[in-house]
């Protein structure tokens, strides 16, 4: 009995990654970091009923840099599986499904997401500003 010695199945050095598949992996890896993030957001909560010793350590950690870089990945992440998940809903009804409609909404979500992040950081900011 001969034997080929090529893979059963394709795998990450034989198969090219497509934006499909690769906006696929990041909307399972953004619904993981919305679980993480939101231990940060329980965190919180638990410190404004502590008092305000324990909200004031929280709050110096969300205002350090590492803290806002988390809060950036978790907001965006929120809007990425948001706009993904509207995407799949219309997925349920059938359409999209042609590569041409399915790369345009792929970066459309994309697209929209870093805008709706964008936005939320600026407008966040400007309140901050303007209190």
């Given amino acids: 009995m001969a034997t080929d010695n090529r893979p059963l199945s394709p795998h990450l050095q034989v198969y090219r990654p497509q934006l499909t598949s690769v906006l696929s992996i990041l909307h399972r890896a953004t619904g993981i970091l919305l679980t993480i993030g939101t231990l940060l957001l329980v965190w919180w909560l638990i410190a404004v009923a502590a008092g305000p010793t324990a909200?004031?350590?929280?709050?110096?950690?969300?205002?350090?840099?590492?803290?806002?870089?988390?809060?950036?990945?978790?907001?965006?992440?929120?809007?990425?599986?948001?706009?993904?998940?509207?995407?799949?809903?219309?997925?349920?009804?059938?359409?999209?499904?042609?590569?041409?409609?399915?790369?345009?909404?792929?970066w459309l979500v994309v697209a929209a997401s870093v805008a709706l992040t964008a936005f939320s950081w600026i407008a966040g900011y400007a309140t901050l500003r303007g209190l």
């Fill in 55 to 106: 909200f004031d350590t929280v709050q110096n950690f969300i205002g350090s840099i590492i803290g806002q870089i988390l809060l950036l990945g978790w907001c965006f992440a929120f809007y990425y599986h948001m706009c993904n998940g509207i995407r799949h809903l219309v997925w349920d009804t059938g359409r999209g499904f042609e590569l041409t409609a399915a790369y345009t909404s792929g």
